[in-house]
Every structure is written in C-alpha cells, then in structure tokens.
C-alpha cells in the first residue's frame, strides 16, 4: 500500500504506540487525522508531524462518547476531504482478577477498548469506501492471542477485538476496504502505569502488580510504530509486534490448550 498522500485517521494519538504510528506514516507522507481523550498530548503530536511535512489535524475525543465519534467523519473531511487509513488504537487497561473486578469498571473497559472500535469502524466505513484502495487497522494484544490470570477484562476487550477483524476482513474481501489486526508484545509505553485497578485492592499489591507488568514493557514505542506500518504497507492481515509476539502465538498454536503452564514453565514463574 502507497501511503504518501494517503490520510490516516488514529486514535489515541497522544502517546505510546498512536504516536508512534503517526510519526511513521508522517515520514512516508501520509497525512495524519488525530485524536485523544488528551487534547493537549494529541495537539503536541500534530504539531511535531508538520515538521515532517504533512497535513496532520488534531482533536479531542472519547471514543467513549457515541455522539462525538458519529460527528468525527465529517470533521475528517471537512479538512483533508479523505480518510483512506483508520488505526484503532485507543485503548485501556484494568488490573485484577474476574471476582476483584467491579462490573462498571469491566464495562467501563469494553466500552473503549472494543465498543469503540466498532463505533470508529461503523462510522468511517463509507468514506473508505470512497479509496481507491482503504484499510483498516485494529490494535488488538498479544493477550488477544493468550488469556493470562489478572487479565480477564483486557484479554475479552483484545479477543473480541480479533474476532471482530477477522471476520470484517472476510466480509470486506473484494472490496478496497483491507483489514489488519495487530498483535503488539510488551511496548513500552504508559498502559501499564495508567491502568484503573481494582477498587478495594491494598495500595502495596497494586504496586506490585504495575511493577510486574512494567517490566514486561521492553519495545520502544518507535520500534512498534515502524512494524505497525511496514505491515499496513504489506497489507498484512496480522501483524505481530515483538519477537515475544511471535513466540506466544508461536506457542498457543502448538498448544492451545497448555500453552500457559508451558509458559510458566519456561519463565520459572
């Protein structure tokens, strides 16, 4: 895919793995339509991918809010007159276990990290298929390849967000509406420290648990954003991120079913 004078729609633009991606398509001349819930952090990433040459715009959004995603196609158009390119990469986290976990906030979870991309995906659709050649781009986890314990709300987030691609993807074939899903391993961006924990844990175990997580974070964020387009630039319908994504999947399709006790074993954990 040609992605010079293309524009690409991100969400969650403001930081980690969204600017990163836009950084990237910025060096290859694909204009940029961004958008966060931050809107200081999202207007500081337009303003850098300028320098770069390109048209980027910026706005604030929750992608949370039905009425602001449904009004942002228009938006999109009304200053870059396209949208050819649309990354859903916003997204959330929550610590804890199934019983730990509060049913708004799982919600709460579901409704960004899922509903979300399906909302963006609803509204976009009919101007991608005005491109002459489209794409879709959903950030999915390497926890929507395994089902790590403390991960029940984001690995069902990340799992529907695979089943939901994959089969768009299928429905969208021979159209110019492509569909990648993207599998990102441990990149180091604020996820891990951001992440709502359970309300009645003890302060030291939710320390403990950002702690573990962090350090799983190794990948450089550019790093992920140079794969992350480099397989829209190969239509890829998957997209690993990380030899640790590699591995996992490599793993769960040889044992889908004992694939965690084989990790375990593996890490001495």
């Known amino acids: ?15 980690g793995i969204g600017r990163a991606t836009a950084f990237a398509l910025a060096r290859r001349g694909c204009h940029l339509a961004l958008a966060d819930i931050d809107g200081s952090a999202v207007a500081a990433v337009a303003e850098e991918a300028r320098r770069l040459g390109v048209r980027a715009s910026h706005q604030q959004l929750d992608v949370a809010d039905r009425e602001a995603v449904a009004a942002f196609p228009g938006q999109v158009v009304a200053i ?34 899922f509903h979300a991309v399906v909302r963006m995906t609803r509204a976009f659709l009919p101007q991608l298929h005005c491109s002459d050649e489209a794409r879709i781009v959903n950030l999915s986890s390497i926890y929507g390849i395994i089902s790590p314990p403390g991960q029940s709300a984001y690995s069902a987030s990340k799992f529907a967000v695979r089943g939901f691609s994959n089969a768009l993807r299928h429905e969208l074939a021979g159209s110019t509406v492509g569909v990648s899903v993207v599998h990102p391993g441990g990149v180091a961006t604020a996820i891990a420290g951001s992440a709502r924990p359970p309300k009645d844990a003890p302060p ?12 799983l974070l190794r990948m450089a964020p550019g790093q992920a954003g140079e794969i992350i387009v480099r397989g829209i630039e190969r239509r890829q319908a998957r997209i690993l991120v990380g030899a640790d994504a590699r591995i996992v999947a490599l793993l769960e399709r040889l044992s889908p079913v004992h694939y965690w006790t084989l990790l375990k074993r593996a890490t001495g954990r």
Request: aromatic share 4%; charged share 25%; glycine share 14%.
């Open 204 to 215: 030291d175990d939710i320390a403990r648990g950002r702690a573990d997580a962090e350090r």
């Open 80 to 113: 870059h007159g396209r949208a050819d390119l649309l990354v859903n990469n916003a997204g959330v986290a929550l610590g804890g276990s199934f019983e730990q976990i509060h049913a708004d906030d799982f919600d709460w979870l579901m409704e960004i990290n």
């Open 1 to 15: 895919m040609k992605l010079a004078n293309r524009v690409a729609v991100i969400t969650g633009a403001g930081g």
